[in-house]
């Protein structure tokens, strides 16, 4: 999926990634991307661990605007970081084709609880 503001590409994977891990699976591993970008000590992605950490993600070329861009997207408390709910969510939107089946990947999940 490409950013219109700006040269960023995203390549949507997770539909083949769900369906290969499972839901379980998948939610793991989103929550492994989470701690691979989060700050340790604050427990959520900051706008300096985001830009330390993008390099992990092909994504070192970003710019300072792009990374707060990416911050503001997916803050839905306002608190100008992202705990995992939020990345979590923001992954899903990202994710055009799983956003089409999420209320699937939701029942499925909690099923499974």
Do not use: H, Y
């Not at 000590?41 to 970003?62: H, Y």
């Not at 994710?95 to 939701?106: E, F, H, I, R, T």
């Amino acid at each position: 999926m490409a950013s219109p503001q700006s040269g960023v590409v995203f390549e949507d994977f997770f539909p083949a990634m769900v369906e290969k891990l499972g839901t379980e699976g998948f939610m793991k591993e989103l929550s492994k991307g989470f701690r691979l970008l989060m700050d340790g000590e604050k427990g959520v992605i900051t706008f300096e661990s985001l830009k330390k950490n993008s390099a992990l993600l092909g994504l070192q070329d970003m710019s300072n605007e792009e990374v707060v861009c990416m911050l503001r997207e997916g803050d839905l408390d306002g608190d100008g970081a992202l705990n995992e709910m939020e990345f979590c969510t923001l992954m899903f939107r990202l994710s055009p084709a799983l956003m089409k089946d999420s209320k699937k990947l939701l029942v499925e999940a909690i099923v499974n609880l």
